[in-house]
């Protein structure tokens, strides 16, 4: 038999946990810094102000919390337009570059739960053979989407754990349709396209 009081209390625990979660989420929300992930639930740090717009500019951002692997994860990231053009094409392009391999998006989705080693990532990979993993870990390593914490242990550092998730779900959204606007009507003074004939 359960004590009610228990239960009351454990509730009143958890209300109280997520409202604090909430706060803090809006806080991080409004404060949106520009680099730099947030502290994870509980670290004390100061955040930066957010980026500076200029008026009418156009912002981007993403954000995330909760349990990933190990971590508990909080964070909000905010960027003005004019901020994500001027990236440094040479990372960007390394980073595409770490992503574009369905084996290296294998492991980085079984790397979000946490840490593995190579072996669990071999089997993750239907254990291809040393070298294709090791090939595959090298260019995770050098695009800094993994880091090696200890020998033959590999993970997604912490305060990139959520980008990773936003860089996967933005490449779905890239090559879904339902977000394509549909073609604007021909011009009436445009040719029309010349169609094949059957001889």
Do not use: W
């Not at 991080?28 to 957010?50: I, R, S």
């Not at 072996?119 to 090791?134: C, F, H, I, N, T």
Request: charged share 20%.
């Amino acid at each position: 038999m359960t004590d009610n009081s228990d239960d009351t209390s454990r509730i009143s625990e958890l209300e109280r946990q997520m409202s604090e979660l909430t706060r803090r989420m809006s806080s991080l929300e409004q404060a949106a810094p520009q680099a730099g992930p947030a502290p994870a639930v509980g670290a004390q740090a100061k955040q930066p102000g957010p980026p500076r717009a200029e008026p009418g500019e156009a912002t981007v951002g993403y954000s995330g919390a909760g349990q990933f692997g190990p971590d508990r994860v909080l964070i909000a990231q905010r960027a003005t337009l004019s901020q994500v053009l001027a990236a440094d094409p040479e990372g960007v392009t390394r980073v595409f570059a770490g992503l574009a391999n369905p084996a290296r998006l294998t492991l980085l989705r079984a790397l979000v739960a946490g840490p593995l080693s190579s072996q669990q990532l071999r089997e993750v990979l239907d254990d291809p053979s040393v070298g294709q993993l090791y090939h595959h870990l090298r260019e995770l390593l050098a695009a800094g989407l993994v880091i090696q914490p200890s020998r033959s242990v590999y993970a997604i550092p912490q305060g990139k754990v959520v980008a990773v998730c936003v860089a996967i779900r933005a490449a779905a959204d890239l090559m879904s349709t339902t977000h394509q606007h549909p073609l604007p009507p021909p011009d009436d003074d445009e040719p029309p396209e010349p169609s094949a004939s059957a001889s």
